[in-house]
């Protein structure tokens, strides 16, 4: 891009003024958005040298195009140029700019508190700005924070973490995105927390990894097991886990986060079942094997497999609140809503009242699956 002689000088002089007071960060930008060059600073003025490198820097990114260029000052303060004029707009990033981007309303994950995970997972620009295409996951994540919140303050109401921290396990984490605003979340409570995530892809973990490293969550760790089997992950806790969380367990696999929860009798679960097929597959060959099975009432429902999948995932999961409720906790059903699954999704929150029961009480449970003809795997499990 041609920039002029005029606005070249112009970008030199409103650079060097604001540089007087030091950088974070400066992103170059194209005006449609994409390809960003950042360049970060320690928050100190630039000596001469420094200031001229940065000088040619910034005319270099106009010259390529990229001519929207923000200069992070400080936590409050950026300087916003556009280099084919040259002329700088100081932004104060205040506590109503703030609200603002919070939709009008104070969050946890407020955007100047929290602006280096913000950025990691994606919702934050490199200039501390939301965009409206990430407006709605910011809203998302913030919404379960709050379906999260009763959980911790039960938790800490019934001991004390400061001695021994809470211990939360994260089965098939996926990119880990919730796991770090679950920890982010835990620090602003001032909760001392151990969390542990768990997936079966390694290039998945692997980043995760990286990017704990990036926001100093040393109190996060990841590794690449299966549900079935983080024996090792749940031992590397520090004791069994208080938090059970599968917010991505597709199918059978939110049954084996189940069972492992009831097993290490953690005191709280989240849950958000998906693809639920094991009693859609069940119920259709119980109704081709017998004429008068489970769906006698409903010839339609034995006909039509959108509706028979339907009826089938919300028996699974009336059945796994069944078997938690008879085995000690208390349920909570929400809607919950995250980009990686469905628009709307089922919520499960769970907490122990006293101690885990006895398997027996699951008798009545049971009886119920096999008048249906069905065999969910978390009873099989357990």
Same mark, same amino acid.
């Given at each position: 891009?041609?920039?002029?002689?005029?606005?070249?000088?112009?970008?030199?002089?409103?650079?060097?003024?604001?540089?007087?007071?030091?950088?974070?960060?400066?992103?170059?930008?194209?005006?449609?958005?994409?390809?960003?060059?950042?360049?970060?600073?320690?928050?100190?003025?630039?000596?001469?040298?420094?200031?001229?490198?940065?000088?040619?820097?910034?005319?270099?990114?106009?010259?390529?195009?990229?001519?929207?260029?923000?200069?992070?000052?400080?936590?409050?303060?950026?300087?916003?140029?556009?280099a084919r004029h040259g002329g700088g707009k100081p932004i104060a990033h205040d506590s109503e700019r703030?609200?603002?981007?919070?939709?009008?309303?104070?969050?946890?994950?407020?955007?100047?508190?929290?602006?280096?995970?913000?950025?990691?997972?994606?919702?934050?620009?490199?200039?501390?700005?939301?965009?409206?295409?990430?407006?709605?996951?910011?809203?998302?994540?913030?919404?379960?924070?709050?379906?999260?919140?009763?959980?911790?303050?039960?938790?800490?109401?019934?001991?004390?973490?400061?001695?021994?921290?809470?211990?939360?396990?994260?089965?098939?984490?996926?990119?880990?995105?919730?796991?770090?605003?679950?920890?982010?979340?835990?620090?602003?409570?001032?909760?001392?927390?151990?969390?542990?995530?768990?997936?079966?892809?390694?290039?998945?973990?692997?980043?995760?990894?990286?990017?704990?490293?990036?926001?100093?969550? #040393? @109190?996060? /760790?990841?590794?690449? !097991? *299966?549900? $079935?089997?983080?024996?090792?992950?749940?031992? +590397?806790?520090?004791? &069994?886990?208080?938090?059970?969380?599968?917010?991505?367990?597709?199918?059978?696999?939110?049954?084996?986060?189940?069972?492992?929860?009831?097993?290490?009798?953690?005191?709280?679960?989240?849950?958000?079942?998906?693809?639920? #097929? @094991?009693? /859609?597959?069940?119920? !259709? *060959?119980? $109704?081709?094997?017998?004429?008068?099975?489970? +769906?006698?009432?409903? &010839?339609?429902?034995?006909?039509?497999?959108?509706?028979?999948?339907?009826?089938?995932?919300?028996?699974?999961?009336?059945?796994?609140?069944?078997?938690?409720?008879?085995?000690?906790?208390?349920?909570?059903?929400?809607?919950?809503?995250?980009?990686?699954?469905?628009?709307?999704?089922?919520?499960?929150?769970?907490?122990?009242?006293?101690?885990?029961?006895?398997?027996?009480?699951?008798?009545?449970?049971?009886?119920?699956?096999?008048?249906?003809?069905?065999?969910?795997?978390?009873?099989?499990?357990?």
């Amino acid at each position: 891009m041609n920039v002029s002689t005029r606005s070249r000088s112009r970008l030199r002089q409103t650079v060097s003024r604001h540089l007087r007071r030091g950088f974070v960060r400066a992103i170059f930008a194209r005006p449609g958005g994409g390809d960003d060059e950042v360049v970060e600073g320690d928050g100190g003025v630039p000596d001469a040298a420094a200031i001229t490198g940065l000088l040619e820097r910034a005319l270099a990114a106009a010259d390529a195009g990229r001519v929207k260029q923000t200069w992070i000052i400080d936590a409050e303060h950026r300087v916003l140029i556009d280099a084919r004029h040259g002329g700088g707009k100081p932004i104060a990033h205040d506590s109503e700019r703030v609200i603002k981007q919070m939709g009008g309303k104070d969050r946890v994950l407020r955007p100047d508190r929290s602006q280096p995970l913000l950025q990691v997972i994606g919702i934050m620009n490199p200039d501390g700005t939301i965009s409206a295409k990430h407006a709605k996951k910011y809203k998302q994540i913030s919404h379960f924070v709050e379906l999260c919140r009763p959980i911790w303050d039960g938790l800490r109401s019934q001991r004390d973490f400061g001695a021994e921290p809470l211990r939360v396990l994260d089965l098939g984490c996926g990119n880990g995105y919730l796991t770090f605003v679950m920890t982010e979340a835990l620090r602003l409570a001032e909760l001392p927390a151990r969390l542990h995530g768990v997936d079966v892809r390694g290039d998945v973990i692997a980043r995760c990894r990286e990017r704990a490293g990036t926001l100093g969550y #040393h @109190e996060l /760790a990841f590794s690449c !097991a *299966t549900i $079935a089997d983080v024996e090792q992950a749940a031992a +590397l806790l520090g004791g &069994p886990p208080d938090l059970v969380v599968a917010l991505h367990a597709c199918d059978t696999a939110t049954d084996d986060a189940l069972a492992l929860a009831i097993e290490a009798g953690a005191r709280a679960i989240l849950v958000a079942p998906c693809c639920q #097929h @094991e009693i /859609a597959a069940q119920l !259709a *060959t119980a $109704a081709g094997r017998d004429g008068d099975g489970p +769906l006698r009432w409903s &010839p339609a429902m034995q006909r039509h497999s959108l509706l028979r999948q339907d009826f089938a995932a919300t028996l699974t999961d009336a059945l796994r609140i069944d078997v938690l409720e008879a085995l000690g906790w208390s349920v909570d059903t929400l809607e919950f809503v995250d980009d990686s699954h469905t628009p709307k999704n089922l919520l499960l929150r769970a907490r122990l009242r006293g101690s885990v029961r006895e398997r027996g009480a699951l008798a009545a449970v049971r009886q119920r699956c096999a008048a249906l003809g069905i065999a969910p795997r978390l009873l099989s499990r357990l």
